[in-house]
């Protein structure tokens, strides 16, 4: 018996893993994009569909892990500067957004029929709009870090907080209505609980997470380190779970804190594997979960409000992006791109089950409504995007600035800061063709001035890449300041063009180290050739000889080359710390033996500090 559902359960696996790859290159190949390709496989694979799972909720509270590790990635990239830097667009923009759909919606609701209280709860579900569908399609569009993309973030911040009021006010409802169960705890309590949570979120991702993992990074082993960072993403996941706070916001959170720790990159590449995996898992189950029956027996209601709600809300979007200010571009596509409801709708109309406050046909055509939305938000947001025209505005109203369109040229160079264009000198001068983007107004003026053609263009954006011709350059030079922003053009282009040659522009050691793992064909740090030119000539004036000047150089360039080697191989930047002075290092302080008080601690500190300049 044990045998056969061991065989039964590697059976469906391979069903699920078999859904994806077919499924998502197919849909990505006819430019459908991968979410509506999980959610075509789901449906296909569902109980709705050829049967091979009849229980898709059990799939979708495993896979809604995908979606709380995706907010832990996007709160590594979110430090708390940036953050504050957002908190007029989140609560200003974001709740502008959520208020105005809101009230639309329950209107629309009631003028189906629906009382005001179902018509609330289920307006203020479809309202909180699909983190993992927005979030995963800003992510392929390479938008995530535009300024239109953070504003998106914001938002779906706004909407993920909102989800605890909502919970609270279903249970005023209830309550007010007669129908509550006198189980359901106090108000009081459930706020308390969920700013307890927040707290100890808080403090243990300002206080302790580095301390443990400095601990592990030591003495634990790659293994460890993932098991760690795992454990971080499930415990504030779970502590906010517990809380009756949002499980994403949770993870998002403890991102946050942990986005200024020499760990972030670590942690990233950790866990990131398994965001991929279980993101996709989660649209498989939602395709699973569509009920085509309760689509079939209330085929016009769930019609007529999927097409109400979505247009209405896009109204709504679209009205409140413009009165901020908005572009009508940018305004069209958020209102395209938000126009369905999300994840936290089926949590929002669960509790309004339970609570009593829906009956089992509206919440069943409900979750319909909001599935085929999510399901049809890959179509109209595609649609709108051909049908919108092309941008032909001078980027931030600038004169005399081209955006990057059709180049084709054998070196593609992105970022033309002080670094690249000493780089393009000797390419010029050899005649050799190469296409230039950057996303520095006032730069590409300035380097127009010197008889430069320099393309506005971010280069994280895969748009962006492919208009600058990256399919047909035959190298690429990274040249950007922002190893972040390195990173993440790195991984496009091997993710969409991997024949390309990758030259990359390093800004540390520790980027050093990431882009050779990522299999660039050459980096070099920004500083380190300059710096020893520099020190060659100061050992020249202190009264050396050429010949021992040069050997000294030579020596430490051997030595930098064998500890880079050290470093890459045991994924330790500690490693090699015996080859940093050699023979003309002053002695080696004696290791830390002694028993731990506050001075050794500073000084464990003051060695880190200085590893890491010397880094």
Request: glycine share 10%.
């Amino acid at each position: 018996m044990a045998d056969g559902a061991t065989g039964l359960q590697l059976g469906h696996a391979a069903v699920l893993l078999a859904a994806g790859v077919v499924a998502v290159p197919l849909f990505r190949r006819l430019q459908l994009g991968s979410v509506l390709g999980y959610l075509a496989a789901g449906l296909a694979i569902g109980p709705f569909g050829l049967g091979v799972f009849r229980e898709p909720e059990t799939i979708l509270h495993v896979a809604e892990f995908g979606v709380v590790i995706f907010l832990f990635i996007i709160g590594l990239e979110m430090r708390p500067s940036r953050l504050w830097s957002l908190r007029r667009d989140i609560f200003g923009l974001g709740a502008a957004q959520v208020l105005g759909a809101g009230f639309l919606l329950t209107l629309t609701g009631m003028a189906a029929g629906l009382s005001v209280a179902v018509a609330f709860v289920v307006a203020m579900g479809f309202v909180l709009s699909s983190t993992a569908v927005i979030m995963q399609m800003l992510d392929e569009r390479g938008e995530l870090g535009s300024p239109a993309g953070q504003r998106a973030v914001s938002i779906l911040l706004l909407e993920d907080l909102a989800i605890v009021p909502l919970l609270a006010i279903v249970a005023v409802i209830a309550t007010a209505t007669g129908v509550a169960s006198e189980a359901a705890p106090p108000l009081w309590q459930t706020i308390g609980l969920a700013v307890g949570a927040l707290l100890v979120v808080f403090l243990a991702g300002r206080y302790l997470m580095n301390p443990v993992f400095r601990i592990l990074a030591r003495y634990g082993g790659r293994e460890v380190m993932t098991a760690a960072a795992l454990l971080v993403v499930v415990g504030a996941a779970w502590l906010m779970d517990a809380g009756g706070l949002s499980m994403a916001m949770g993870a998002f959170l403890a991102g946050v804190l942990l986005s200024e720790s020499t760990f972030r990159h670590q942690l990233e590449a950790d866990v990131e594997p398994f965001r991929a995996i279980l993101l996709g898992l989660f649209f498989l189950s939602v395709g699973m979960s569509l009920d085509l029956a309760v689509v079939a027996a209330d085929w016009r209601i769930v019609i007529g409000g999927v097409i109400a709600f979505m247009a209405v809300k896009a109204v709504a979007i679209y009205g409140v992006a413009r009165l901020f200010k908005a572009s009508e571009r940018e305004a069209v596509e958020r209102a395209v791109l938000f126009a369905q409801g999300g994840e936290f709708a089926f949590v929002l109309y669960g509790a309004a089950l339970t609570a009593g406050v829906f009956d089992p046909r509206v919440a069943a055509a409900a979750t319909a409504i909001v599935i085929l939305s999510m399901a049809l938000t890959p179509l109209t947001s595609l649609a709108a995007r051909r049908l919108l025209p092309k941008e032909t505005q001078d980027p931030d109203g600038a004169e005399g600035v081209d955006r990057a369109a059709n180049l084709r040229e054998r070196v593609l160079i992105i970022g033309f800061g002080r670094f690249a264009q000493v780089v393009s000198q000797p390419l010029l001068a050899r005649d050799v063709d190469v296409s230039i983007i950057e996303n520095d107004v006032e730069m590409i003026q300035a380097a127009g001035k010197f008889g430069f053609k320099v393309y506005y263009g971010d280069g994280s954006r895969l748009d962006v890449l492919r208009a600058s011709g990256v399919e047909k350059a035959e190298t690429v030079l990274v040249c950007v300041d922002k190893p972040e922003a390195a990173d993440r053009i790195v991984e496009l282009v091997k993710a969409e063009f991997p024949l390309t040659k990758l030259f990359v522009r390093a800004f540390d050691r520790g980027h050093s180290l990431r882009l050779v793992q990522a299999g660039v064909e050459y980096q070099i740090r920004e500083t380190f050739e300059s710096a020893l030119v520099f020190a060659y000539q100061v050992l020249i004036d202190l009264g050396f000889s050429h010949m021992e000047a040069e050997e000294t150089i030579q020596d430490l360039r051997a030595r930098d080359e064998e500890r880079f080697t050290l470093q890459l191989a045991g994924g330790d930047i500690r490693a090699g710390l015996h080859l940093m002075r050699g023979n003309i290092a002053t002695p080696q302080p004696a290791p830390y033996v002694k028993p731990r008080h506050e001075g050794q601690a500073l000084n464990e500190e003051a060695a880190e500090v200085l590893e890491e300049e010397s880094a």
